[in-house]
């Protein structure tokens, strides 16, 4: 029995990757399919190895036909917080506790949107921006810039050494339907997601000079949230009905891609305020249809 790698969903996340979902069909010696439940588990999850580099755990479900296995990697917890860059690769972090590996990891995340927004103001002033689109742009930027200042110390604070992401610069152009689907994610999704879990975690930290610091970062990215929303609004008065319903489709993948990384998350951290696993869910639920169909525009704006 061999079970091969059929598809890889996209190994995006809000800057950690935290699970990698392979389907694989498995076949038998005679090149047939063969069933999913005789398929040997470890021969399945070795197929993780292929796309991580250790410290993964792997978890299996037969696929809904019942002639393959679907494999679900798990890799570093999530990183909720700003706008992640195409190509963003956050670093391995070394640090003497989770809650400061997690403000590590958040540090570069921060740090990373800077350059995501940097990217979006140079992409959209090409293609003829309204100044107004283009001053918000550049205020967000500097918004992150105060956070990853602001984060970065409180990881060091906590005992850990935060190291410079790598943010690959674009080789070139991108369309106005790649700005558009880019922004679906990382804007209207992942960092409408953050901007609710940083204002949970702005009441709820024990530690309340990352209260503090929550506070500041809940109120910038609420409006990076309404921010995305509107630059999704002008993306979409410039692309014909194909490429709008394609948009879409996007911000619905990525509803699905974000509910299973945040499957991968363990307990909760109370110092930090950040929920556990299943409270992520449950607050990603209760968003999904207004993420899915864009109808809390009007609520973030």
């Known amino acids: 029995m061999t079970c091969e790698p059929q598809r890889e969903y996209e190994q995006t996340s809000n800057g950690v990757l935290c699970v990698l979902v392979i389907e694989l069909p498995c076949m038998t010696d005679a090149g047939t399919l063969g069933d999913a439940a005789t398929a ?14 250790g410290g993964t755990s792997c978890s299996t479900l037969p696929t809904a036909d019942g002639r393959g296995v679907i494999a679900y990697c798990e890799g570093e917890a999530c990183c909720i917080g700003g706008r992640a860059p195409s190509g963003f690769l956050p670093r391995r972090v070394r640090a003497p506790n989770p809650t400061a590996a ?11 949107s800077v350059d995501a927004f940097r990217a979006l103001h140079a992409d959209l002033a090409r293609l003829g921006a309204p100044r107004s689109l283009l001053i918000a742009i550049d205020a967000a930027a500097s918004d992150e810039v105060r956070h990853a200042r602001m984060v970065t110390r409180a990881a060091e604070r906590f005992g ?40 949970m975690q702005a009441e709820r930290a024990s530690d309340p000079r990352i209260r503090r610091m929550m506070r500041v970062i809940a109120n910038d990215e ?22 709008t319903v394609r948009v879409a489709n996007t911000r619905l993948g990525a509803l699905l891609r974000l509910r299973a990384e945040l499957s991968a998350e363990g307990p909760g951290d109370e110092v930090l305020g950040l929920p556990d696993a299943r409270s992520l869910r449950a607050v990603l639920d209760a968003m999904g249809k207004a993420l899915e169909t864009g109808d809390l525009t009007a609520r973030a704006a």
């Open 102 to 112: 997690r403000l590590a990891r958040m540090a570069q995340l921060e740090s990373a």
């Open 222 to 243: 609420l409006g990076h949230a309404a921010l995305a929303w509107r630059i999704g609004r002008w993306f979409e008065a410039r692309l014909d009905s194909e490429a």
């Open 160 to 199: 850990a050494r935060v190291p410079r992401a790598s943010v690959p610069r674009p080789l070139a152009a991108r369309s106005v339907e790649q700005l558009a689907s880019e922004n679906a994610e990382e804007g209207c999704v992942r960092e409408t997601f953050g901007a609710a879990i940083a204002t």
């Open 40 to 53: 040997d588990a470890g021969d399945v999850c070795a197929a993780c190895s292929l796309y991580l580099d």
